[in-house]
């Protein structure tokens, strides 16, 4: 049985009542957190076997540090921690003692091929620093998630007949020009509809949006269902 709970679901910084990224993967007991924004640590009633990390910036991580000193402070010895390099970087800007080493057990998220008992596949996507899509399989289930991302052809791979596909839904228009580091709700659509997967969960919301617009466009590209993130959703997967 694997069941997901969105911890948070905006992007930059949380609206009222809400979170920066957040999602808690539960497969047959095992509690895995990927990605800690602002505002989830709060939302997680009890600890976590393995966080995994897809990028640095503080939206997407800065709440490691609240759960790693709960670890830490009872006793349960160093949790596994699956980020880039930049990420540990944070963590001991914040607070260089007890140094992040002494709390976690770092893992290259690029390098990894396992976290407990999901098999896990990465895909470097393009975004301001390094970020890292993930691909996350058990016997029955593929979760795929995004982190943060504009339009890019390894969406297909990591996407791939996903059970759920949780993907970055910044934007509600593109840009007008220059590099892409973030998605419209119509681009996810789109990149799961060329991935056949079965759902899409849109995440990452620019605070103020209006979620159910966002929706309406990633329905124009995507037949399967569309699911906007909302703090304690819970889906099963």
Known sequence: MTDLTVLGSCGAWPEPNRACSGFLLEHNGFRLVMDLGFGTAARL???????????????????????????????????????????????????PHPHPTDVFDVHDLAGATAVGPFRLETRRLPHHVPNF???????????????????????????????????????????????RYLMT???????????????????HFWPGSDRSVSVAQARETFAGEVLAASEGLRIRC
């Open 133 to 179: 899509g993930v691909r996350l399989t058990a016997p029955g289930v593929t979760v795929a998630y995004t982190g943060d991302t504009g339009p890019a052809p390894e969406l297909t791979d990591l996407a791939r007949d996903a059970d759920l596909f949780i993907a970055d839904a910044t934007l509600q228009s593109p840009p007008p020009a220059g590099p």
């Open 45 to 95: 009633a009890r600890t976590v076997d393995a966080v995994l990390v897809t990028h640095e910036h503080p939206d997407h991580c800065v709440d490691v540090n609240a759960v790693g000193r709960r670890h830490h402070y009872t006793g349960e010895g160093r949790l596994p921690l699956y980020c880039p390099p930049g990420v540990p970087r944070v963590l001991e800007a914040l607070e």
């Open 185 to 203: 709700a119509r681009e996810a659509g789109t990149a799961a509809a060329g991935a056949n997967a079965k759902r899409l969960l849109l995440t």
